[in-house]
């Protein structure tokens, strides 16, 4: 198996956190809308890259989702730390009809980032969404087991097979309600 070299550096490799590919739906049911919405807050955490050329650095991530008015997505706004080194990131997934999901974070593989080609909301907790830049193919899961914590994976394609590169843990640290459940 060949080695994962993410040749664009740490930054471009911080941005497939954040991002996050996917085969689209025709509808955006409301598992999704479920999803985002549980996204919605401020999120802090550690990740690891665990393959490629940087396999071992550890950054600390703080992020604020959100979801757009009248659309089904979201939105990430933030940054990564590395030592004293922050790379500030934005990403935004929104659904488009028959094209399924589609965003850009860091401005796209037009700019210093990736596009997102698709995506899939698996249920209420879990969605994974297809990412590009370039010869660079991958996938984005995002799981959110419960309100408070949420686990971020990123694999890339090597040799007909996805590796896993990337892993963060984020827990929410303020207090929206993303429950259906009110108190009497």
Same mark, same amino acid.
């Given at each position: ?28 049911a409301e598992p999704d809308k479920q999803f985002f919405r549980s996204v919605e807050g401020k999120w802090v955490g550690p990740g690891e ?9 550890? =950054?600390?991530?703080?992020?604020? *989702? &959100?979801?757009? @008015?009248?659309?089904? +997505?979201?939105?990430? #706004?933030?940054?990564?730390? $590395? ?21 850009? =974070?860091?401005?796209?593989?037009? *700019? &210093?980032?990736? @596009?997102?080609?698709? +995506?899939?909301?698996? #249920?209420?907790?879990?969605? $994974?969404f297809t990412i590009n830049r370039n010869q660079l193919r991958g996938v984005m899961q995002a799981l959110v087991p419960d309100d408070n ?36």
């Open positions: 198996m060949k080695s994962v070299i993410l040749s664009s550096g740490l930054p471009v490799a911080l941005a497939l956190v954040a991002t996050v590919g996917i085969a689209g739906k025709t509808s955006a890259i665990v393959a490629g050329k940087y396999k071992g650095t550890k =950054f600390t991530c703080s992020f604020i *989702g &959100s979801t757009p @008015d009248g659309k089904v +997505g979201m939105s990430l #706004d933030g940054g990564c730390r $590395v030592g004293m080194f922050t790379q500030q990131m934005s990403a935004t997934i929104e659904h488009k009809g028959r094209q399924g999901y589609k965003g850009s =974070f860091m401005g796209g593989a037009a *700019g &210093s980032g990736l @596009d997102i080609i698709g +995506g899939n909301v698996v #249920d209420a907790h879990k969605v $994974v914590s949420m686990t971020v994976t990123v694999a890339v394609r090597v040799d007909q097979q996805l590796v896993p590169v990337i892993g963060m843990k984020l827990k929410r640290i303020d207090a929206v309600e993303v429950g259906s459940i009110t108190p009497n």
